[in-house]
């Protein structure tokens, strides 16, 4: 549900160990680094643990997460869309090129509130795409040029820092400028497919008012806080780079 989190806090260690500023842990790191690093963290705490805690809630209409995906859907009028199971841990996603909704193994086949959430989560994402919701299709639009961005960015990082070449470090702006952009397209797209979830989920009768809604809202909540940390995190990370340039 969150592919960038991890890949935005991890190059946030790079930047400290590859800097040669890094070591010295000044007031720059600690605003554009520490500080996202630690919301990251923290995001990823609270939805394993939404998750753990409400996966293991059994939900009352008693249908596992593809049986819920497969039924708003169909509601949806959406028929050319396969869902299938992936065994990544939270590795649920809608993927639009192929049409297909992906659900971790602990999802698709469990009938708790947490497997609830996410498959309508992502079955929200497939309600955009045939919607052709604006901001989803902003996203895909963005995507290829996104991910040739992540992949160069490592070795831009490590290059320009270690060996001060300061083409590379803005060379590096520019790819963080572009995930920057992305997260923040992701933002209203995945809030969009959460709110959506909560009111199909709702109005279809799939979870009760009370225990179950509430479940489901911690677990969906809990995931926007880790697009939000991305977001920070690229921020952080846009600003620390743009901080030693122009110390040079």
């Known amino acids: 549900m969150y592919p960038l989190l991890g890949f935005v806090l991890g190059s946030s260690c790079v930047l400290y160990i590859g800097s040669p500023y890094g070591f010295g842990l000044g007031s720059n790191w600690l605003l554009y680094i520490g500080v996202p690093l630690i919301i990251g963290i923290w995001a990823q705490i609270r939805v394993s643990s939404a998750f753990s805690h409400w996966s293991k809630v059994r939900a009352s209409g008693n249908i596992t997460g593809a049986e819920c995906a497969r039924e708003i859907l169909q509601a949806a009028q959406i028929h050319d869309v396969d869902v299938v199971e992936t065994n990544d841990f939270l590795g649920d996603h809608y993927d639009p090129t192929k049409k297909q909704l992906h659900l971790s193994s602990n999802v ?5 509130v947490a497997a609830l959430g996410i498959a309508a989560h992502e079955s929200g994402h497939a309600i955009q795409h045939a919607r052709a919701y ?32 300061t083409g590379l470090i803005t060379l590096g702006i520019w790819c963080y400028l572009i995930l920057l952009v992305f997260q923040l397209i992701t933002l209203p797209v995945e809030f969009d497919a ?12 799939i979870i009760q008012p009370g225990e179950e809604a509430a479940g489901v809202n911690k677990v969906l909540n809990a995931a926007a806080l880790t697009y939000i940390a991305a977001f920070i995190a690229a921020l952080g990370n846009l600003l620390w780079l743009m901080s030693i340039r122009d110390r040079r």
């Open 194 to 205: 959460s709110r959506r979830a909560k009111i199909i989920l709702r109005e279809m009768g």
């Open 108 to 112: 698709y086949s469990t009938p708790s």
């Open 134 to 165: 604006a901001p989803l299709k902003a996203r895909m639009a963005i995507v290829p040029v996104t991910m040739i961005a992540s992949q160069m960015l490592p070795f831009i990082i490590i290059g320009g820092l270690f060996f001060r070449i």
